[in-house]
């Protein structure tokens, strides 16, 4: 509507407001004074009295809570917010929609704009601790921007992390102690009225023991003492913590009567994450009590019930939260669908993650069962997901290209709103599907890199800018190198078909140009200086030795970026075995296995369970827009980096996973009903301690209750004939039952069926 309007000249505008406003709406009009100033240069002065164009902010005192209508005309734009927070969020969308450039304020003539949320819960888990990707070298004043920056947005609400949680005491990036950073966010959030969560998990080994117990209400009673503001505790029952529900609930109705001393209607709620299937029927039966100090359940990873299965078992009398994770990509509540491997192998769990239409479908099937949400985050990484989720919990039916714009042309400027929003469409596109064929990767660079030669040096050193850019590079250079190594790992096949000393010594030749003639070396370059600007302009730790990151698995994927995308580590230590075999015969028998890895011979299938591509007889039973955490259906997942001390196959990096008590099926049909069939199987994935048991049609036992091989390797069994008799055979796994944490521990990365 805006961009057909002719507009509306704001640059020499007044802002007039009543006396006496309340310190928080005076705090919103103070934020909309600097975010005009640090865009266009144009500094707004506050003038009761002032003639000409002016922006008259007030609180009507009327309408649905947060609420706010926006009317402008040739003289006046006027917010007038329902309460204060009304005003606050008044002020975002005016932000919004302004047109600002250096010595420009404009918004199209006769805009209007009016509503309330739909949800009245909109946060966002913010946590000053090592463990995240960015966020412990922030200072206040950089948290004070950020939580301005999600109010904007409708953001509503913050939740903190406490000194002590699953993380080291020190990080060497951070400005101030946890305990000071921690209170001057707490008084930030209540300087501009939002909610404060404190996400406390219960640590402790035995609260059963009294001394436990004391020490644990000591400890919290001192936090809850220094905070200005705390308007709610969240305490996860597991994920990290592990405390059956006997134990924790007592300890959190003592917990919850200290918090109201500090903060007499601050709330205490629970979730019951990393439950086994007793321990969650036990927490039911403690509800079904209906506790009067709990005020509510939260719903997040590594709880065994669906969202729905959990508001049918809770009783009605508490709402729920949803505590989404739309920070990691991988092993994580709502991965990324069918993740193709290069990315799962470079990038990893916490990468740049735009992706607005996986997060919207995940709001949209789960959020009509709660109150709203305060979403798991563990850096800036997942910036653009944080503004989808406040955008949809504002208006659940709003357009994803319009919050998008928003972004775009609040954040970077109005010139780049259409180029930067499709672009970050762009880089959720990259990930859809097989990368060897999605030419999209490049056409994505060729997007950014347009919006890169128009930006002023100013609009490169904005963070949000860089991460795009990083991640459209980074994607780009990962294609190059899959469809390079892929060439170089079939030529190298190829010599070793050819058999004999020297087919090995070429083979080597061949997988080794990967490294000695690399390929989009530009590309590499680019993403290395843009890691550089992203430490310092918002102290994202992208490499463990130049950012002293946590980790690979905390963003760390610079240190990945050249990681191998074929099989040339696993083929390396294949031929320097074959080359201490005895004879000719065992060396030709062993390079034949290799050549023919994937080969089920006559009659026979083959299913890369981990491959999208190669799984034709794997049985889901719904798609990711009916699932999206894959509780009722099967999940590709990966192995982490360094998880073992051998090679792996690329068809061993990644497999398929049924989470907790769901079965994984494959099924055949058109079978030869007299011939007898043989299974070969690799069982992959992280070492667990739950055993897997293998049935044919539902009846006959292929193998009984057995844990993965460790280093991997295919195991093979006989089918039962009578399985195959009618010529169709269903393959079913099923994990030992009941088991909490992640529901993880059946995972199949390969399967051959072939007649004897």
């Known amino acids: 509507m805006g961009g057909r309007l002719q507009a509306l000249d704001l640059g020499t505008a007044a802002v007039v407001a009543p006396p006496g406003m309340p310190a928080v709406e005076k705090k919103a009009i103070a934020l909309l004074l600097d975010e005009v100033e640090k865009r266009s240069g144009i500094r707004w002065t506050i ?61 199209p003539d006769g805009f209007r704009a009016a509503g309330a949320p739909k949800y009245p819960l909109r946060g966002h888990q913010l946590g000053y601790r090592p463990k995240t990707n960015s966020y412990d070298g922030w200072t206040l004043a950089m948290w004070e921007q950020y939580i301005r920056d999600l109010a904007v947005f409708g953001t509503n609400a913050i939740e903190l992390i406490p000194p002590r949680s699953d993380d080291d005491d020190q990080s060497p990036h951070f400005p101030l102690p946890k305990m000071e950073t921690m209170i001057g966010m707490s008084r ?11 996400w406390y998990p219960a640590l402790d080994e035995d609260y059963s023991k009294p001394e436990t117990m004391e020490f644990a209400l000591n400890e919290w009673a001192e936090v809850f003492r220094k905070l200005p503001r705390i308007d709610a505790v969240f305490v996860p029952g597991g994920d990290p913590g592990h405390t059956h529900p006997k134990h ?112 919207s479908i995940v709001f949209r099937l789960l959020q009509p069962y709660t109150i709203g949400f305060i979403a798991y985050s563990e850096g800036c990484n ?12 504002w208006d659940p039916d709003t357009d ?12 970077i400027g109005p010139e780049f709103e259409e180029g930067f929003a499709q672009g970050l469409f762009a880089l959720e596109r990259n990930w859809r599907g097989p990368l060897l064929t999605n030419e999209g990767a490049f056409a994505t660079l060729r997007q950014f890199q347009a919006l890169e030669r128009q930006a002023a040096p100013r609009d490169l050193l904005n963070w949000r800018f860089q991460q795009a850019l990083y991640r459209a590079y980074y994607d780009a250079y990962t294609r190059s190198r899959l469809i390079y190594e892929t060439v170089l790992e079939d030529r190298a096949l190829e010599a070793l078909e050819r058999g004999g000393a020297a087919a090995l010594d070429e083979a080597e030749r061949i997988l080794s140009r990967a490294e000695t003639e690399p390929v989009a070396q530009a590309w590499r370059s680019r993403v290395f200086e843009l890691a550089e600007a992203l430490f310092q302009s918002i102290r994202m730790q992208l490499s463990v030795p130049r950012y002293q990151a946590i980790g690979l698995r905390r963003g760390a994927n610079l240190d990945a970026i050249d990681a191998p995308l074929n099989n040339r580590g696993w083929l390396a230590a294949r031929i320097a075995e074959i080359r201490r075999l005895p004879g000719d015969a065992e060396r030709r028998r062993a390079t034949d296995e290799i050549v023919r890895w994937s080969d089920p011979a006559p009659g026979g299938f083959y299913d890369d369970l981990g491959n999208p591509a190669v799984q034709p007889h794997v049985v889901r039973r719904k798609t990711y827009s009916e699932d999206p955490a894959h509780l009722e259906s099967p999940l590709v997942s990966f192995a982490t980096q360094g998880q073992s001390t051998s090679p792996l196959r690329t068809s061993w990096k990644r497999h398929l996973t049924s989470l907790y008590d769901q079965p994984l099926e494959m099924r055949y049909a058109n079978l030869s009903p007299s011939a007898r069939y043989r299974v070969r199987i690799t069982y992959a994935g992280e070492p667990a301690p739950a055993r897997v048991r293998l049935v044919a049609d539902g ?5 009984s209750w057995r844990r993965k091989d460790f280093p991997i390797r295919p195991v093979e069994f006989a089918i039962p004939p009578e399985a195959t008799a009618d010529g169709e055979l269903t393959l079913t796994w099923t994990k030992e039952a009941g088991g909490g944490g992640a529901g993880r521990g059946l995972e199949v990365a390969e399967v051959w069926l072939f007649p004897e």
């Open 400 to 411: 994803l290209g319009a919050t998008l714009r928003e972004y775009g042309r609040y954040f």
């Open 47 to 107: 003038a009761p009295g002032a003639l000409g164009q002016v922006v008259r902010v007030l609180n009507s005192g009327g309408g649905p809570r947060e609420g706010y209508e926006i009317r402008s005309d040739a003289n006046e734009v006027r917010i007038a917010g329902n309460d204060s927070r009304g005003v606050l969020f008044g002020v975002g969308r005016l932000l919004r929609e302004l047109r600002m450039r250096p010595g420009s304020v404009s918004l």
């Open 699 to 703: 009846r006959w036992e292929v193998h």
């Open 188 to 198: 930030i959030c209540d300087d501009y009225g939002l909610d404060v969560w404190i």
């Open 382 to 393: 997942d910036d653009v997901n944080k503004i989808v989720w406040s955008a949809l919990g």
């Open 248 to 359: 924790l609930m007592p300890l959190l109705e003592k917990q919850a009567a200290s918090l109201r001393r500090y903060h007499p209607k601050a709330q205490l709620w629970v979730a019951p994450q990393g439950f086994s299937a007793e321990w969650l029927e036990e927490f039911y039966a403690i509800l079904r009590g209906e506790p009067e100090w709990l005020a509510g359940v939260v719903f997040g990873p590594q709880i065994r019930a669906s969202l729905p299965e959990l508001r049918a078992a809770v009783p009605k009398k508490y709402p729920i939260r949803h505590y989404p994770d739309i920070t990691h990509s991988l092993h994580c509540q709502y991965p990324v669908p069918d993740w193709d491997l290069a990315y799962a192998w470079t990038l990893g769990r916490e990468p740049i993650n735009p992706r607005p239409v996986d997060q």
